[in-house]
């Protein structure tokens, strides 16, 4: 708890201080520091500051710091020791809340900040046994994820954070990351270096060092590093930053013990030494005057006044508005207005400057207009007379080789193309026709089991939910998994290995006059897997309305989810050709996104694109481990579908078409709270071709879209009685049955449709809206209802226009 919590009388343990520079820097001063006792001694409502006893003097505190201040109180304590047995024996003469407090201040929070793609996922892995996504293309992770491990005697919550190149004010990334650092204080922040790519990596370091906060350096990608024959000094790059650099191989999990080490040393107080990034005689003079100003201004209590001076400088838009609110009269505002005016006035004068740092000479040229460019090369300035000094690139280094020679090929301006499509046929083929093999034999599993099951229960309610409800409805999504696998095991693979991030690159100039950005693509692709993370990963696209565009016609990927009702009824109506007509969906999925971004741009998403960077990661063998992982991990989610969602839609779906009961089966399937439902949006849908059961399965999918294929597997299933033949037998009612290898759901479905409908419903299960927990990610990303409303009612409307021109034309011409 907070030290601000304690009631008069009360007394605790202090186990950490939180807060910055000057604040800290008189608090522990003051006594405030691990392992002490404090009571307070007078703490009334509204009474500020608050009085405190500690080491047998009296302080006083205002409130808001005494919250940053955590402590540990001796009912803590006792309720922790009652809770865990596995603590350690107490130490002769030690109480329980000495030794709670002593566990508690063992705690190291630790935050991975690096550039996007340098490795941080991989050692977050490593160090925190966990399995979050590492792909080899920029904005992987996208939000924050914690992992909490024990080691060398501490425990460590890692925290591992999205990827930046800087920590201004111009992505929501770079906030995010900014904001972790301000507000949640970790004790150590770990810099994860990509050794291969220094330069652009250090100038993250460069204005992390700024923030003056304690740092650790992951030099990782060690292993290209030194297959590239570049030299680096490491030694002395470490005293240039001031700061322990630990090499490491994240992908292997090299040297991360070391690093582990090296963090408790630094966080018990060795081995870092807080330094200034010089930025030349004239930046550094105004730097100081405006930073003396807000440390006057009681601004060092949170943040380091040098970072926000510096900030101030580059007119950092969150950071101005944080001034403004501290500083009601505005002066820091004014008097940083009046170092820029000035320094652009003077810039003229200063086309050349020298900045030297550890002896080290560069040129700068700073005959800029404005200060913020003045700050940036200035810092370049600082990491090239950096590694002048300890790094030697060996120039004819073979590493790169390879990813240009293969670039050649899969970038070339026309063979990119075919390569592309290539890669997309083989993923789909395996997927589909492979993957139908074992779908087969989990299908006869099920069959199998629905039947065993069947006649070991007597004829009642009970064995029409676990046959008809259950049974029939998990299993009639469940035997996709192959399918699902396989198909992530693909994309996986291609994220890894960085052919994704050129897949991207070679669709910038299509996707470009869609309104749309090289880098909505990967997000896109994404959508194949699963519709929610794809929405997530446009955060990477910086450009606001790209990003909004890409959200709203992510929809018409089509995701893993609708895989079982394809596969249903295409085996169903086009066995022979399923895998085509399958590609074609996902095809026409495609066209469509381009399309509707087309139209979006120009009439309701307004704003223009900006330009971009895309970059293009040096090619990564992946790791067998990493990708059979993610494909797992998506399994596994898979899995947990069925288990709650899929599975309690297919009762809910059987208990609506079982009750009301009848004795007659006919009456009992025309009549059933199903039937009524469906009848009642049946007008609606009949356009399209679809009857009533048609109607309700959509509906159902709107939940998940493999509901869809649950309740037609509950809902043929359940009317299977109607024909009067027994449940356990159901694949003999149909006329196909002799064909061995068919899906039981499919030889019931003929009974119902026509090859016609069947087309018209793949179109609308492409086409119709999201799944709500895709609805509810577009809300979520876009900061608005509206987009998301707006998602369903275009999708919706799209889907219906295009099934009911597909069914009246096609009635029209068969
Ligand atoms: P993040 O974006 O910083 O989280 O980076 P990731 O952990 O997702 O890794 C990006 C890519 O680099 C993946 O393909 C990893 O397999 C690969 N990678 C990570 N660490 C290393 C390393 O030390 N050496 C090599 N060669 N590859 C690595
Ligand atoms: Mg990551």
Known sequence: MLLSDLQTGERGVVTRVAGHGAFRKRIIEMGFIKGVEVTSVLNAPLNDPIKYRIMNFEVSLRHSDAMKVEIVTPEEAEREIANHDDFRALEAEETTLQHIAKERSRTINVALVGNPNCGKTSIFNVAAHAHERVGNYSGVTVDEKVGTFKYGGYTFNLTDLPGTYSLSAYSPEELYVRRHILEKNPDIILNVVDGSNLERNLYLTTQLIDMDITMVMALNMYDELQKSGDRLDIEQLSTLLGMPIVPTTGRSGQGIGSLFDKIIEVFEGGGYRHIHVNHGRYLERHIKQLRTHLYEHGFSDEISTRFLAIKLLEHDSQLERYAAERDPDGSALQLRDQIAEGYKKGSGRRLVENVVDNGHKVDVESGHQDIESAITDAKYAFVRGALAECYVRNEKSTLHSLTDRLDSIVTHRWLGYPVFLLFMFVTFWCTFTLGAYPMDWIDGLFAWLGERIGEGMSEGPWRSLVVDGIIAGVGSVL???????????????????????????IMDKLMHRMGLHGKSFIPMIMGFGCNVPAIMATRTIEDRKSRLLTMLVIPMMSCSARIPVYVILCSAFFSTHAAYVIMGLYLLGMVMSVLMAKLFSRYFVKGDSLPFVMELPPYRLPTAKAVLRHTWEKGKEYLKKMATIILGASIIVWALSYFPYHEDPKQQAENSYMAKIGKTIEPAM????????????????????????????????????SDGSDCSEYSESSEYSEDADDFRIASLIRDHMTPLSAFSMLLFILLYMPCLSTVVAIKNESGRWKWAVFTMAYTIGLAWVVSALVFQLGSLLL
Not at 486 to 504: C, K, P, T, V
Not at 699 to 710: D, T
């Open 479 to 505: 035997v996709f998994l192959p399918n699902i696998l396989i198909l992530y095991l693909f994309i996986s693979f291609m994220e890894d290995s960085g052919y994704m991030a050129r897949a991207a690159f």
């Open 686 to 721: 009949r356009p399209c071709g679809f009857d009533w059961r048609q109607s309700v399965a959509l509906l159902s999918g709107v939940f998940a879209k493999e509901v869809v294929a649950s309740t037609m597997g509950v809902l043929y299933s359940t009317s299977d009685y």
